[in-house]
C-alpha cells in the first residue's frame, strides 16, 4: 500500500513548529502495518514525472491519500487525488471532485443553498473588483480558497464597514478571493462521516475565551499551542447535548454529505444560533488523521481505537472500488498488487476490534 504526502507542507509544517497535515504519516503507516499491510511512503518532491512513475509501476493494491496539496499549494489537493484516480488505484477518502468543490467555500455555499441547507449569508470578493454592498453585521472574512483556519484570525470577524474594507484589503494581498459571510453568534459543532456513518457529535467551548475575542476556531486556536485562542477553543465529544438536537445533527450531517457526493470520510462545522436554527458554515473532507485531534476523538466516541478508524477509511476505499469495477480488471502495473502480509481475508482482517479505545486528545482541526 502507498501512502502519498506533499514533502513540502511536511517540511512547511515542521519549520512552522506545526503538526504536519493532515496528521502526518507516521500513525497512519503504523495502523496499516497493524493491520498486515506494508505501507510505503510515496513523497512528492516536486518532481512529477517521478512521483506517478512510481506510483504507476509499484504494485500497490490500494493508495492511502494524506496530500493536503502539491508543492505547498493548497489548490493542488484535488490535484494529487486525480492523478491518482488516472491510474486507476484504488484511493482512500474524497474522490477529486468533491476535493475540488469543498476547497471553494463559496461554490460549496451555493451548491448547500440550492439543496435547502442553511448557510449563512455570504459573499465573494476578487482582488480586481471593488468590494460590494454588505450590510449583515458582524461578519467573518476568510479567504474562498483555503482550509485549516488559514487566513482566519481574531480580528477576521468585524463589526462594520470599515473593518470589513480593512480586513478585506489585507486578506486580498496574500489569499486573492475572499468570501466574506454573516457570523453566526451561538454554539459550535463538529460532525464526522466516515465510510457513509455519521460519528458522535463535539462542540466547541468557548467558555474560556476571553470576552473580547470573537468565538471562532482561528488559525491560532488550531496551531498555536498555549496561545489565547488556544487555550480559549477547547473541543468536547461527546457534544452535551440533547437527543433531539442530536438527531436534527446527524441528520443534517446526511443531507450535507448527500449535497457535495461525499464519499470516504470528512467534517463538518455548523453553527447553531440562539434560536435553534442550525448553519452549516464549512464543509472540510480528508481532514487531519492525527492520533489525538477532531476526527480520532469523534471516532473514540463511537468506541473505535484508531486502527480501526484507519481500518474503516481502507475499507470504505476497498468497497467504492469494488462497486465501480466488480471484475478485476487491474492494468498491467497493478496485476500483482501488493497484498497485507498476514493471510486472512480482507474482511476478517478489517473489522474493528472489539472493545479497543482510542485516548481522546485535546485538539481541534
Known amino acids: 500500500m502507498a501512502i502519498i504526502t506533499d514533502a ?3 517540511a512547511t509544517a515542521q519549520s512552522m513548529g506545526t503538526p504536519a497535515a493532515p ?13 498486515g499491510y506494508e505501507p510505503a511512503l510515496v513523497e512528492f518532491d516536486g518532481d512529477m514525472a517521478a512521483w506517478l512513475a512510481e506510483l504507476a509501476t509499484g504494485r500497490f493494491q490500494i493508495v492511502f491519500n494524506l496530500c493536503e496539496g502539491l508543492n505547498n499549494q493548497a489548490a493542488g489537493e484535488p490535484v494529487a487525488a486525480a492523478l491518482v484516480e488516472l491510474l486507476g488505484i484504488p484511493l482512500t477518502g474524497a474522490p477529486s471532485e468533491m476535493l475540488a468543490l469543498c476547497f471553494r467555500k463559496d461554490r460549496t455555499n451555493a451548491i448547500l443553498s440550492v439543496h435547502g441547507i442553511p448557510v449563512p449569508e455570504w459573499t465573494a470578493t476578487r482582488p480586481d473588483e471593488p468590494l460590494g454592498p454588505w450590510n449583515r453585521f458582524p461578519a467573518i472574512v476568510k479567504p474562498a480558497g483555503e482550509d485549516g483556519s488559514f487566513g482566519i484570525a481574531s480580528d477576521s470577524v468585524v ?16 489569499w486573492g478571493r475572499m468570501l466574506v459571510q454573516r457570523f453566526i453568534r451561538g454554539r459550535e459543532f463538529t460532525l464526522a462521516i466516515v465510510g457513509g456513518r455519521v460519528l458522535p457529535h463535539a462542540e466547541i467551548d468557548f467558555s474560556s475565551l476571553p470576552r ?33 438536537l442530536a438527531v436534527r445533527l446527524t441528520r443534517l450531517a446526511r443531507r450535507v454529505w448527500r449535497a457535495v457526493d461525499g464519499a470516504g470520510y470528512g467534517r463538518i462545522d455548523v453553527r447553531v444560533d440562539r434560536r435553534g436554527t442550525t448553519f452549516v458554515t464549512d464543509v472540510n473532507p480528508n481532514p487531519d488523521l492525527g492520533t489525538s485531534v477532531g476526527l480520532a476523538r469523534q471516532a473514540a466516541a463511537a468506541g473505535w481505537s484508531y486502527v480501526d478508524l484507519v481500518s474503516r477509511i481502507v475499507e470504505d476505499a476497498l468497497a467504492r472500488a469494488h462497486a465501480r469495477n466488480p471484475v478485476p480488471s487491474s492494468p498491467p502495473a497493478l496485476a500483482h498488487a501488493r497484498r497485507p502480509t498476514k493471510g486472512m481475508p480482507y474482511t476478517q ?17
Open 8 to 10: 513540502q507542507s511536511e
Open 159 to 174: 463589526a462594520d464597514r470599515a473593518g470589513l474594507k480593512a480586513i478585506v484589503a489585507r486578506g486580498r494581498r496574500q
Open 23 to 35: 496528521g502526518g504519516p507516521e500513525p497512519v503507516a503504523a495502523a496499516l502495518r497493524t493491520l
Open 349 to 365: 482482517r478489517l473489522a474493528p476490534a472489539a472493545g479497543r479505545r482510542e485516548q481522546r486528545g485535546t485538539r481541534s482541526t
Open 212 to 244: 473580547e475575542l470573537p468565538a471562532v476556531v482561528t488559525y491560532a486556536a488550531k496551531w498555536d499551542y498555549g496561545s489565547l485562542e488556544e487555550r480559549g477553543t477547547v473541543p468536547r465529544c461527546p457534544a452535551r447535548i440533547s437527543p433531539r
